[in-house]
C-alpha cells in the first residue's frame, strides 16, 4: 500500500474532543494544523455540544480549551474561499455559515452553565469572538488576542458584537480598525479575560475556577446567568425593575431558602438545584 493510499485510510481524528471531569464538560478544539479555524464543521459541532450539554444534569459548568499553538485563529479561510466559484461567488453560503456562527456564539451566552475560555495560544476575529462570547476566561501570559479582518480587507463585525460587550469602545475599536494583537496582559486589564496564568497552566486554571462555580447551587447560577445578559441590553429602570422580578422569583427557590438558613445556621447549604 502506498503512503497516500494509506493516508486515505487512516481515521481523521475529531475536530471537537469532549471529556469529563468531575462536573465540567471539557471541549477541546482539535484541528491544531489548521490552528483550530473554525470551520463549518467545527462550528455545527461546537453548536451540537452545547446544546447538549445545556440538558445534562451531570454538567454543572464548561471550559472550552484548544490543543496546538493556536487557540483559534478565526473562520477557515481556505474554506471560504472555496466557495468564490459558486454561481453567486459564494454570498449564499457566506450568509450561512455567517448565521450558523452567530448562532452557535449565542448558544454558549444562553448556555444555562458558566462557559470558561482557556486560551493558551493566539484567539483572533471570530476566535476572540469565541473567548469573548465565553463568560469567564484564563489565559496564558504567551496568548494573544486580535481582530485582524481590517488586514485583509474584511472588517470583524461578528467578532465586534462580542468584543464591544465585553471592552470599553476605544479599545475595542482600536483594536478593531488596526488589527494589531493585544497581549494577555492587556486583554486583562480591558476585561477581554479575567485572568492571565503561566504557560502549561491555563486548561487546569480554567477547570478550577469551573469548579467554583460548579460549587453553587446550578439553579441560582441559570437564573443568574440569563439575568446579568438580559439586564445588560436594558435602560437603567427597565434593569432595575426586570432584577427585582428576577430577585423576587429568586427568593422563592428552595435552594435561596435553604443558602441563607444553613448562613444564619452557620452551617454548609445543601443544594438541590431548585
Known amino acids: 500500500m502506498s503512503a497516500q493510499a494509506a493516508r486515505a485510510e487512516a481515521p481523521q481524528a475529531p475536530i471537537l474532543l ?69 454561481a453567486d461567488r459564494g454570498r449564499a453560503y457566506f450568509a450561512e455559515l455567517m448565521n450558523a456562527c452567530s448562532a452557535m456564539m449565542q448558544a454558549v451566552v444562553r448556555l444555562p452553565k458558566p462557559v470558561v475560555a482557556a486560551v493558551q495560544g493566539i484567539a483572533t476575529a471570530a476566535g476572540c469572538q469565541l473567548v469573548a462570547s465565553c463568560d469567564l476566561a484564563v489565559a496564558s501570559e504567551a496568548a494573544t488576542f486580535a481582530t485582524p479582518g481590517v488586514d485583509i480587507g474584511l472588517f470583524c463585525s461578528t467578532p465586534m458584537v462580542a468584543l464591544s460587550r465585553n471592552v470599553p469602545r476605544k479599545q475595542a475599536m482600536e483594536m478593531l480598525l488596526t488589527g494589531e494583537p493585544v497581549s494577555a496582559a492587556t486583554a486583562k486589564e480591558i476585561g477581554l479575560i479575567n485572568r492571565v496564568v503561566p504557560a502549561g497552566t491555563e486548561r487546569d486554571a480554567a477547570i478550577a475556577l469551573a469548579q467554583k462555580v460548579a460549587l453553587k447551587s446550578a439553579h441560582t447560577v441559570k437564573l443568574g446567568k440569563e439575568a446579568f445578559y438580559r439586564q445588560a441590553e436594558m435602560n437603567l429602570a427597565d434593569a432595575y425593575r426586570f432584577a427585582a422580578e428576577v430577585m423576587t422569583e429568586n427568593m422563592m427557590a428552595r435552594d435561596a431558602e435553604e443558602g441563607i438558613g444553613a448562613f444564619i445556621e452557620k452551617r454548609e447549604p445543601k443544594w438541590q438545584d431548585r
Open 18 to 86: 469532549r471529556e469529563t471531569i468531575g462536573s465540567i464538560a471539557v471541549l477541546t478544539l482539535n484541528r491544531p494544523a489548521a490552528r483550530n479555524s473554525l470551520s463549518e464543521g467545527l462550528i455545527a459541532e461546537l453548536h451540537a455540544a452545547l446544546n447538549d450539554i445545556g440538558g445534562d444534569k451531570a454538567v454543572r459548568a464548561v471550559v472550552i480549551a484548544a490543543n496546538g499553538p493556536a487557540f483559534s485563529a478565526g473562520h477557515d479561510l481556505k474554506e471560504l474561499t472555496a466557495r468564490r466559484s459558486d
